[in-house]
């Protein structure tokens, strides 16, 4: 049923209500049943389809949504010590051939973000990035006053960064979102080789954060980690996220990969928040799900290619994304696009300057989603 902003806030508001109303009465295990039963149906969106955040709309695995029930007990009552956080940090480490002290955890990768601009950039040390790009690091460094050099993507969408490098010498920080969000494209790594060692030849001291949080979205030999330039340079990190092909953004886990030193600064820099033991137990066994995450992979591919060549068959562009959201070139504003699906209950993505007035963000949801997802998009393209 269609419905307009505001009863879509209005409903948001009463759904919140009504949930604490009953919770508080007889209907406690009702409410708990029905919150259980379109969690388990895959219908967590209040009635309006998430298509703004790029979270995965499946979820964790069945491996790992077990290992969560299984220790959802009494156990969770002792936690200011958590079981399975150092665990966490070991694996990790011994997955990507690290020592535990080359491993910074946060709540989601943010804080590592946050607290990276606060370590590295000042009143004298800018921060360079890619726009549009993940705007993170960029909003930190406005809040503090720093100054930022903003480049704007190159003609095929790509991260700028010959641009960037150039804009380094005396930076405090460049970000490189790769692949990038919003727009889906991503650098091979003779490209990130070449860029980092130019960045570490003219400007030794800058940090260069590259942010990997959709690598497991891409396709196979479009891209590697840029960890053995992490393993080379104490002042090259990296940052993955569980919110995405891990499916668990509510959990709130990210982690960096760099030298020991250049994360305690991080660390000392900002409040990277702790992450519980339910979180880490989830994201143990994320990690080490491959076979979960290449199904994730495989899903997500089939519903990009169908959704890619809806958009083409419509007439619009859509860069190739390897990420689990389109950048599509709709020739119109993306809040006039937002609000006409919004009034079809789909939420797509924010406005990403300075392509604001041409392009709009779509994260891919489930293959039930996109289908009816492409009907709308169709019906209001139409229309416009
Ligand atoms: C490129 C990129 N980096 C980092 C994040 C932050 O994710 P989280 O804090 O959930 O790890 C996001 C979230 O959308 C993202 O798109």
Known sequence: MATTRREFV???GLGAATGLAL???FS????QAQTLAQAESGVFDNGVMQLNQNESARGPGPKTLEAIRQHTTKRVGRGYAPDHVNELRSSIAERFGLDSTNVLLGTGSTPILEGSVHAFCSARKSLVTAVPSYSTSEQTARRMGVKV??????????????????LAPGAGLVYVCNPNNPSGTVHGPEVIEAFVREVMRASPDTIIHIDEAYIN???PGAMETALPLVKEFKNVFITRSFSKAHGLAGMRIGFALGHADTLAKINASWGMGDVNMLGALAALTALNDDDHIEWERQENYAIKTFVMQAFKDMGYEVPYTQTNHLFVNLGMPASKFREACLAHDILVGRDFPPLENTHCRISLGSREEMQRAVAVFREVLAQS
């Open 28 to 31: 406690r295990h009702g409410a």
């Open 149 to 166: 050099h903003a480049v704007p993507l190159d003609a095929g969408l790509y991260v700028d960064l010959p641009a960037l490098a150039k």
């Open 23 to 25: 919770s508080h009465s």
């Open 10 to 12: 209005r409903r948001i």
């Open 217 to 219: 979205y891409t396709d």
